[in-house]
């Protein structure tokens, strides 16, 4: 299993992106899946995700961020809107098949004030 994201940039407080995450490989389809991002200094956290039908977000980007999946593109995007400086960081695509857990290389956000 591969997988490639793209999408990530530079953008101004209050812009929108849309980051990608091309799963290749799988086996079974995209059944589970996330987004996590690193900001400089701090620990890998989790910003969407979801299983089956069930989708969660991190308090901190609920009615910002929309995790969605294309399973005949073998893709999974995160729109994100409203961004602030805050959500600056390098954001990482998660697919788990079983008990393996497959990422990303990880692609760079950075929004200005």
């Known amino acids: 299993v591969q997988l490639q994201a793209s999408g990530g940039g530079l953008v101004q407080a209050g812009g929108s992106l849309r980051l990608s995450c091309v799963v290749s490989g799988a086996r079974f389809g995209i059944v589970t899946a996330g987004w996590f991002r690193q900001a400089p200094g701090k620990q890998r956290e989790l910003v969407a995700s979801?299983?089956?039908?069930?989708?969660d977000y991190a308090e901190f980007v609920k009615g910002r961020f929309t995790i969605s999946r294309d399973n005949a593109q073998n893709t999974v995007y995160l729109q994100m809107n409203n961004l602030t400086p805050e959500d600056t960081a390098v954001y990482y695509c998660?697919?788990?098949?079983?008990?393996?857990?497959?990422w990303g290389q990880g692609t760079l956000v950075t929004v200005s004030s």
């Open positions: 998660n697919f788990r098949e079983g008990w393996t857990n497959y």
């Open positions: 979801f299983s089956g039908g069930q989708t």
